[in-house]
């Protein structure tokens, strides 16, 4: 699978990439990551990729024509069967593990990240989708491409080693993970439940589904308003 992120800040996505499970599958070549500066589809002597909002009103706008550029030269358009073209933005879809197993199907993500105030408007008919990573503000879109990348990357197959480790994980069956335990047995009076230590594994599964039960209802119970 093929991930292209476009930002101005490619240097940010460096050490990320250069570590841990990405850096396998990269390793591996389970996925291909290319990351491009918008900047190399400027023409003015500045590589101004923004420009001031009409109307007025403070910050700088992303402007269209040079991420309608920057995906003619990558010769990627919306529409296309094997892939999808995002927009990181506030108004966008909520990404959630759902939506990460549904984009893990598709041959390339291309990952836009913008800055300053935002796209001029009319980026928006470029895309195929708009993400947002949650309710809350970040400087620029490379942290939530970060996210997306990273949490489709472990769903593509042989990115962890194990099914189990994707099937057993928070979201996954739409339940947060139960809770895990490792040794000291007891730590400053703190146990581990006995029915961890017991080898009866039937009793170990319905533990930590009720476990698991428990802490999605306490965190978010419109997890369970499923039919």
Known sequence: MEFIILTIF??????YFNISVIKRALSKKLIKIEVRNLRDWTTDAHKSVDDRPYGGGAGMVMKVEIIDKALK???????????????LTPQGQKFEQKLALKLSNFKTLILICGRYEGFDERVRTLVDMEICVGDYIVTGGEIPAMAVL?????????????????????????????????????????????????????????????????????????????K
């Open 73 to 87: 030269g990558l010769k990627v358009k919306k529409g296309q069967k094997n892939s999808r073209i995002i927009l």
């Open 150 to 226: 990273d949490a489709v990357a472990r769903l593509i197959p042989g990115v962890l080693g194990k099914r189990e480790s994707t099937v057993n994980e928070s979201f996954s069956d739409g339940l947060l993970e139960y809770p895990q335990y490792t040794r000291p047995e007891v730590y400053k009076r703190m146990k581990v439940p006995k029915v961890l230590l017991s080898g009866n594994h039937k009793k170990v599964e319905d533990w930590r589904k009720q476990e698991a039960l428990k802490r999605t209802k306490n965190r978010r119970p419109d997890l369970l308003d499923r």
């Open 10 to 15: 490619p240097e940010a996505f460096e050490s």
